[in-house]
């Protein structure tokens, strides 16, 4: 996030996309510690997942969780 948000990056690479891994980042901290677990940081999810919906992506997002965590699953 501190080079343009993923959603702007997302309409920049366009079809060269090939797989996601996605992580949480806080902007207030700024640096390495700022990755934070998913849905606790500044990421906008809605808008991510929208842009890459809108991009035509259709495969699985890679996501790094702590073990033991549960997330409830969000639809476009």
């Not at 806080?26 to 999810?45: A, E, P």
């Amino acid at each position: 996030m501190p080079n343009g948000y993923p959603e702007q990056w997302i309409h920049i690479l366009g079809n060269r996309i090939r797989r996601v891994h996605v992580k949480d980042f806080r902007n207030d901290i700024g640096n390495i510690r700022g990755f934070v677990s998913l849905f606790r940081g500044d990421v906008n999810w809605d808008v991510v997942l929208r842009a890459l919906y809108d991009n035509g992506y259709n495969e699985y997002l890679t996501a790094e969780i702590p073990s033991g965590t549960i997330y409830a699953s969000t639809t476009c």
